[in-house]
């Protein structure tokens, strides 16, 4: 078993079998190496690695040395990809650092911009105000498709502009794993000041450690009020230049275009002190910001060039997909042949429709492409990805996997959001932290949810519930959804799980009877039996007690579930079905069958 730890998302099991990992780290790995130095670079053993080349049909035993294109195809079943030795560099993790690149290659790169605020604030008419005056090659006006990033000039520098405004869209990318932004633009309206999707904003832009310029927009209105908006601003911890604080603020009218060139200057500003840069040497690696078919071109991708340089033919892998370079566009539909780090860029040529927030990565040839794509299914199939809970949280922080424990706190009230802020705050222990990403009052909301896959956070509901997409997303993704209704049960539960003594307490409860009506033989030996549900359901994954009478016969799960001649996911009062249950096949007609399943209560 390995123990590495990477962006504290990497799941270490406890039993020594297959991990999970999720986020892909670059490897040097020389001309040739051993089969047990290999082991050691990616931190595991080497029966593991053995394991893996056997899986790729590779027999190697643990002295053999091994050429660093077959390692290549393994390294990504261990969180690893292996850097290209022509380049050389690191092409930068998915959290793109630039501490390992070689600085001689570093060159400066245009600020990603992306923008964020209250629905109705003015996001969409600031970024077509910019859009339409900075156009980067001067000549306004021409017809500009959306394509979800574009570049603008301001000043001799160019700024990259995300151009799906929201922390919704902030966050979906970041919960996939691509830090993308450099800078958040907070848009609040000055003639209304902070509102609550503002505060959710600034809480998703913290929790990306992004730095945030403040645009208080609307500043034409008679009714604007930028002091107060500043006020506000300082109460949620952003304290402004000119009140002293280190946050950029620029007063903007989005609709006349006043002090958006003063915004700009800002954002390169920030970008200045935050020394972008990249290597335009290495292999092309970056972010899909989003992708559609079109009916003659086939899959137009909008991508977003993190590192490296880009070329038309390159061979590219996106998550489980794989594709050649055929041809590429700027924002502005002009072909190119090449693109370099932050720009925006569309290309052809992907089998599928790459997810936004996916990267992007350049392979030597097709021949890698495949072999990656074919490592990354096996991989997939094999993972199944989820957060913290508070019964493990314990043993993660202990790992070193995640830092604390990060909660989002959804409430009925705003008095209790204060009330468990302050109570949480007395939590914290010098070995021990809890981390309250984001505390507001509401039902929990898929954004919640992202920004908790994004954070490895878990969620807790005080007296509030999820929506009912964000439930199934929740689920979907593995993240934890915990309800209270008294301050005092959180605050225990949080103190037990922070010690590790938390234990789940599950109970049996029964959701569904029928009567067996029918028997029918299937093969010589195994038996269909056909029910009627009185009361409740019979879910596939239901636990079956036989009853005949008052004794229990037989307890077992069920290995087919069917109505008429459809496999379902479950039968419902009055609806009949055929079932049939692991190991057992002596049914009787009358016989009782008893759906249970069993649930959490604490
Ligand atoms: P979004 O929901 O944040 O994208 O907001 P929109 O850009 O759609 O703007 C909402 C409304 O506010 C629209 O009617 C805009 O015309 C108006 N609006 C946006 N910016 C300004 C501004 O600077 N001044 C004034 N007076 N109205 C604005």
């Not at 935050?274 to 292999?283: Q, R, S, V």
């Not at 039996?529 to 994954?541: L, Q, T």
Request: without cysteine; aromatic residues 4%.
């Amino acid at each position: 078993m390995t123990n590495r730890i990477d962006n504290g998302t990497q799941q270490v099991s406890d039993n020594g079998a297959e991990e999970e990992i999720y986020d892909i780290e670059p490897l040097e790995v020389p001309a040739a190496i051993s089969v047990h130095d290999l082991a050691d670079l990616m931190m595991t053993t080497p029966v593991e690695v053995i394991k893996e080349f056997m899986r790729t049909g590779h027999m190697y035993s643990i002295n053999d040395v091994v050429q660093h294109d077959v390692v290549s195809v393994i390294a990504p079943a261990f969180g690893f990809e292996v850097l290209s030795q022509e380049a050389a560099t690191r092409p930068g993790s998915i959290v793109l650092s630039m501490d390992e690149e070689d600085p001689s290659q570093l060159v400066a790169r245009p600020p990603v911009v992306t923008i964020l605020g209250h629905v109705d604030h003015g996001k969409t008419t600031l970024l077509d105000t910019i859009r339409k005056s900075n156009v980067v090659s001067g000549e306004a006006g021409g017809i500009t498709q959306h394509i979800g990033a574009y570049q603008v000039k301001s000043n001799g520098h160019v700024i990259t502009f995300l151009d799906t405004p929201g922390h919704a869209a902030f966050t979906a990318m970041r919960a996939r794993g691509a830090q993308v932004t450099d800078i958040a633009i907070l848009v609040v309206a000055a003639d209304d000041g902070i509102m609550p999707q503002t505060e959710e904003a600034i809480d998703h832009v913290k929790a990306a450690g992004v730095p945030i310029v403040v645009a208080i927009n609307k500043v034409d209105r008679p009714d604007a009020d930028t002091e107060r908006v500043k006020r506000q601003l300082a109460e949620h911890d952003l304290l402004i230049e000119e009140w002293g604080g280190n946050v950029i603020s620029a007063s903007v009218s989005a609709l006349t275009g006043e002090g958006v060139p003063e915004l700009l200057e800002s954002i390169i500003i920030v970008s200045e002190v935050e020394e972008l840069k990249a290597n335009p040497h290495a292999l092309a690696k970056g972010v899909v910001v989003e992708a559609r078919r079109d009916k003659s071109r086939g899959t137009e991708t909008t991508m977003l060039v993190q590192n490296g340089t880009l070329k038309v033919g390159d061979n590219l892998v996106i998550g489980t997909l794989r594709g050649r370079i055929r041809a590429m566009f700027t924002d502005r539909g002009e072909a190119i042949e090449s693109a370099g780090p932050s720009q925006p860029v569309v290309i052809l040529g992907m089998t599928g429709l790459p997810e936004a927030g996916h990267i992007f990565q350049v392979v030597a040839d097709e021949r890698e492409a495949r072999q990656v794509v074919e490592s990354r299914q096996r991989q997939a199939d094999m993972q199944k990805s989820s957060g913290p809970t508070l019964e493990d949280v314990h043993t993660r922080i202990e790992s070193g996997e995640i830092k604390g424990l990060n909660l989002i706190v959804k409430t009925d009230v705003q008095g209790s959001v204060e009330a468990i802020k302050g109570a949480l705050n007395n939590l914290n222990t010098d070995r021990t932290r809890v981390n309250l990403v984001h505390a507001a009052s509401g039902s929990i909301t898929e954004s919640d949810i992202l920004l908790a896959v994004a954070s490895q956070a878990i969620v807790i509901g005080f007296n509030s519930t999820p929506e009912q997409a964000a439930q199934a997303f929740a689920n979907q993704e593995g993240v934890e959804i915990r309800h209270y209704s008294i301050i005092y049960n959180l605050l225990d539960d949080v103190e037990l799980a922070l010690t590790g003594l938390l234990e789940p307490v599950y109970q049996d409860v029964v959701e569904g009877r029928a009567t067996v009506r029918a028997i029918f033989k299937v093969g010589r030996r195994q038996e269909v039996a056909g029910f009627y549900v009185n009361e409740g359901r019979f879910a596939r994954d239901s636990k079956v007690h036989v009853l005949r009478g008052r004794e229990q016969l037989y307890v077992g799960t069920l290995t087919s579930l069917k109505h008429f001649k459809d496999d379902v996911r479950e039968v419902a009062t009055g609806l009949e079905g055929g079932l049939m249950v692991d190991g057992f096949n002596s049914f009787e007609e009358g016989d009782t069958l008893e759906a249970h399943r069993s649930v959490r209560v604490s």
